[in-house]
């Protein structure tokens, strides 16, 4: 069974930064994408930054400058530095992962890591 295990969140000062790790595990042939979202109190869920396979990145635009997504493809795990960061970063983040396993290709979400930023 494929788990996504996220860590890394907490209480940052305006201005601070915060890297979000999410690593994924079990029986897993290939990983097509991996990415975060947020979901602020009484908002959607919106992406913050996603990476697909080769490579290619993608941000919102409200984070662009001040984070940065990575991955290890060696421990299936993706990152999220986050710099210079507001209060209104303030949301839980969920790490996203569409892989395959031997279930199938299919989406997969973590539980969530929550990020506050507050003075």
């Known amino acids: 069974q494929v788990q996504l295990v996220e860590s890394g969140g907490g209480l940052v000062q305006p201005g601070g930064s915060l890297r979000l790790s999410c690593a994924a595990s079990?029986?897993?042939?290939?990983?097509?994408?991996m990415g975060w979202y947020r979901q602020a109190p009484g908002k959607q869920r919106e992406l913050v930054a996603a990476m697909i396979s080769g490579g290619i990145t993608n941000y919102a635009d409200s984070v662009k400058g001040r984070f940065t997504i990575s991955t290890d493809n060696a421990k299936n795990t993706v990152y999220l530095q986050m710099n210079s960061l507001k209060p209104e970063d303030t949301a839980v983040y969920y790490c996203n992962a569409d892989l395959e396993a031997f279930t199938g290709r299919q989406y997969y979400w973590g539980q969530g890591t929550q990020v506050t930023v507050s003075s």
């Open positions: 079990g029986t897993i042939s290939s990983i097509y994408a």
